[in-house]
């Protein structure tokens, strides 16, 4: 079994959120024959990291005047 996790957004509805995506492949000779996985909702830490880099930038435009 191969297995990968990826960060991806997706549209939902109207609006866009952030997934973190845990996917397993089963593979044998023929190639892939099954694929199980898990999506997790990481909107809230994507725009808690986004506000943590706009505050920083801030802050380094203010101590650099």
Excluded: F
């Amino acid at each position: 079994r191969e297995s990968i996790g990826e960060e991806a957004r997706l549209q939902r509805g109207a609006g866009w959120c952030w997934v973190h995506a845990h996917l397993r492949a089963t593979v044998t000779n023929l190639g892939v024959v099954g694929l199980a996985g898990t999506l997790v909702d990481i909107t809230e830490r994507k725009e808690a990291e986004a506000a943590l880099v706009a505050a920083r930038e801030t802050a380094e435009a203010a101590n650099r005047s």
